[in-house]
């Protein structure tokens, strides 16, 4: 059974572009959830989504988003990019939506540095 | 404010031996506490969900225990291996979100 997989896995931007990262759960699960993890401050919630509706948003500013298809498949973009941004993005998935939810299976990640 | 205060925040142990980390939380109403452990460069895999009425469970060497009283919990490593160097993050979730602590980074030695 195929896991969480996350593109690209590493990618360079300079100050002000934008950036679209791309997240496939595992098949048969319905909610992707995105999170931000610097060094300094840990795992950080951006937003979940299931069944293609945004369930839960983290305080993370506008140039944060995301969205879900009908396969599941989830991305999420930012623009305007910040030296701040430079971080690891992380997705995971699960079958149900919420902090209740079973199991998180996380991907590998997409390390993005923002020069 | 919930908050997930893990300590210490990072240790270096001898292969073999054992180690205990620790983790305080403030989230309230309580649902669930959940350890992962994180190899550089990779994503997060969990080792253990513990919800309020389980006070130990254990996968393999890792032994997660929790106290819903005094809001602690704790992840006991046993014989560590070289592999089990890693980050150790705990997550607190209530009715509405999953909180994160920072993790604790662990360097076994041989």
């Known amino acids: 059974k195929a896991g969480v997989t996350q593109t690209p896995r590493y990618l360079i931007k300079t100050r002000g572009q934008q950036v679209t990262l791309s997240c496939s759960p595992i098949?048969?699960?319905?909610?992707v959830s995105w999170y931000q993890q610097t060094p300094g401050q840990g795992l950080q919630f951006l937003f979940e989504y299931f069944s293609e509706t945004q369930r839960n948003k983290g305080n993370f500013p506008g140039r944060f988003s995301g969205r879900q298809f009908s396969n599941s498949r989830s991305e999420m973009n930012v623009s305007t990019l910040e030296l701040g941004d430079s971080a690891l993005y992380l997705c995971a998935s699960s079958k149900t939506s919420g902090p209740n939810t079973g199991e998180l299976f996380f991907g590998e990640g997409s390390r993005l540095t923002v020069l | 404010k919930n908050q997930v205060e893990q300590s210490p925040q990072s240790l270096i142990i001898l292969e073999g031996k054992n180690c205990t980390l620790q983790c305080n939380y403030t989230v309230s109403p309580f649902s669930n506490l959940r350890w992962y452990k994180q190899d550089t460069g990779r994503g997060p895999v969990s080792l253990t969900i513990?919800?309020?009425?389980?006070n130990t469970k254990s996968n393999g060497r890792y032994t997660a225990t929790l106290d819903a009283d005094t809001k602690q919990s704790s992840l006991h490593i046993t014989a560590s291996q070289l592999s089990d160097s890693a980050s150790y993050i705990c997550?607190?979730?209530?009715?509405?979100?999953?909180?994160f602590g920072a993790g604790t980074t662990v360097t076994v030695r041989a």
């Open positions: 098949s048969g699960h319905r909610s």
């Open positions: 997550v607190v979730g209530n009715d509405y979100k999953l909180s």
């Open positions: 513990m919800t309020f009425s389980e």
